[in-house]
Every structure is written in C-alpha cells, then in structure tokens.
Nanobody
C-alpha cells in the first residue's frame, strides 16, 4: 500500500493549486481518505476527508468553501483543489488513507504519503 502526494509549490495569495495523491494497493471506493497539513511549529491538522460511494466529504472550517476534495476511482487518485489561498494555508500537506469513515483525526488513518510543500506568499 502506497500513497504519493504531489502538486505543491509557490503561489500568490488568492491563487489556486491542486494537490494529487496517487494510491497503490487501495480500493478507493471502500476506504476514507484525508488531506492533512502541518505548518512549522504547529501540530498536523486535518483539512478535508472523503468517503463512500457518494463521495461524502467534510472540511475543516478554515478551508470550507475554498478547498474541494475528490477522487478519481479509475486513476486511483485523490485530489485536493485549493482556491483563494491565504498565507496561513502555507504548510506541508499530507494525504492519508485507510480510514473506515470520513475523518479529520490522524488516528483514523493507517497509511500516509510523504508531504508536499505549499507556500502562499507574495
């Protein structure tokens, strides 16, 4: 089972980025997936999760209305579309998988990808 995150980079405030999490060994439709982030000096926090055949999703209040999590079952990839980015969104972003439901709790996930750095700065 492997998860590989990509798509981070430098973007100006108000800009957009799309993160991708390529999965290997997971039936995406049977498990929950989440995106987490960790800024320097802060704890890792959940920002979005998705689960179920109806793509049930949930977002942290800090990103609600700006971020969208989605899945491409055929390509075995989970995405995080990030719009209207703010400087406070700067962090290393991690994808996680293997949850039995949609969760923003770290302990719900058994599998983690490496991080991808997002920097929002003018």
């Amino acid at each position: 089972v492997q998860l590989q995150a990509s798509g981070g980079g430098l973007v100006q405030p108000g800009g957009s980025l799309r993160l991708s999490c390529a999965t290997n060994g997971f039936p995406l439709e049977n498990y929950g997936f989440g995106w987490f982030r960790q800024a320097p000096g802060k704890e890792r926090e959940g920002v979005a999760c998705v689960y179920g055949s109806w793509d049930r999703s949930y977002y942290d209040d800090s990103v609600k209305g700006r971020f969208t999590i989605s899945r491409d079952i055929a390509n075995k990839t989970v995405y995080l579309q990030m719009n209207s980015l703010k400087t406070e969104d700067s962090a290393v972003y991690y994808c996680a998988g293997g949850s039995e439901y949609c969760s923003l709790q770290l302990r719900s996930y058994g599998y983690w990808g490496q991080g991808t750095l997002v920097t929002v700065s003018s």
